[in-house]
């Protein structure tokens, strides 16, 4: 049994911010994979299902960021798990928009929900940690995640959501590589094979005019 965690802040007016894309994540998942419908329960919205045979719990807490641990640590102590059965869905300021990224335990780098999540069930879980790049200066950072994706990124960030869904499967079974080729392939699909280049065709040659001299006018050009 896994327990899949989605990091963002409760209410429609956090709804679109950088600071939800885990929230973004795991609603896909549930969506894309036929699971049970959203509940209130563990502090949270959860819902349950299967991936690839295995039992997957989807945890949405709604304690807000600075808080998650609390929702994730009820969840746990309820079914028995340790941090090794728990992976954390989380917005990533030091990978570019798009990109996506696994790490098993580890600091949380100031981020609010991991460390929550820290405080409550320690570092050795496991993150799927997701790019929304950096504003460039450390004073506009609440402002930025906090702040709903741009329409120019509405493209890559569904790209990420639809590649997260088709890898669901493998990271329930554990084999990170097929998941993040699974992303891979909708964030940066193969290009089409370049048509074979075609060698100029060979242009006819000319051919000689017959010559129409008389054999005494060929006689006076060849001693002029």
């Known amino acids: 049994m896994k327990l899949w965690v989605g990091l963002g802040n409760p209410g429609p007016k956090y709804a679109g911010n950088r600071h939800n894309i885990g929230w973004m994540a795991v609603e896909r998942i549930a969506a894309d994979h036929g699971f049970a419908p959203w509940r209130a329960k563990f502090q949270g919205a959860f819902c349950e299902g299967t991936l690839g045979g295995e039992k997957v719990l989807l945890l949405k807490p709604e304690t807000f960021m600075n808080l998650s641990g609390q929702s994730v640590g009820e969840a746990m102590r309820f079914y028995k798990l ?12 030091d990978l570019a ?11 949380h780098a100031g981020h609010n929900g991991l460390r929550s999540i820290h405080q409550h069930i320690g570092e050795a879980y496991a993150r799927v940690r997701l790019g929304i790049g950096h504003p460039g200066h450390k004073d506009r950072v609440a402002s930025y995640v906090l702040s709903d994706f741009a ?4 493209e890559w960030l569904d790209d990420v959501l639809r590649g997260i869904s088709d890898g669901a499967p493998d990271l329930a079974a554990g084999d990170g590589p097929k998941f993040l080729n699974a ?7 193969a290009r089409p094979a370049k048509a074979a280049a075609t060698k100029p065709e060979a242009k006819p040659e000319a051919k000689a005019e017959p010559d129409a001299r008389s054999a005494l006018q060929k006689l006076v050009d060849r001693f002029r």
């Open 82 to 93: 340790t941090p090794a059965d728990v992976t954390v869905f989380h917005d990533e300021l």
């Open 97 to 107: 928009p798009g990109k996506v990224r696994l790490k098993e335990g580890g600091g």
């Open 151 to 154: 329409k120019a990124e509405q």
């Open 183 to 189: 992303i891979a392939r909708r964030t940066a699909p």
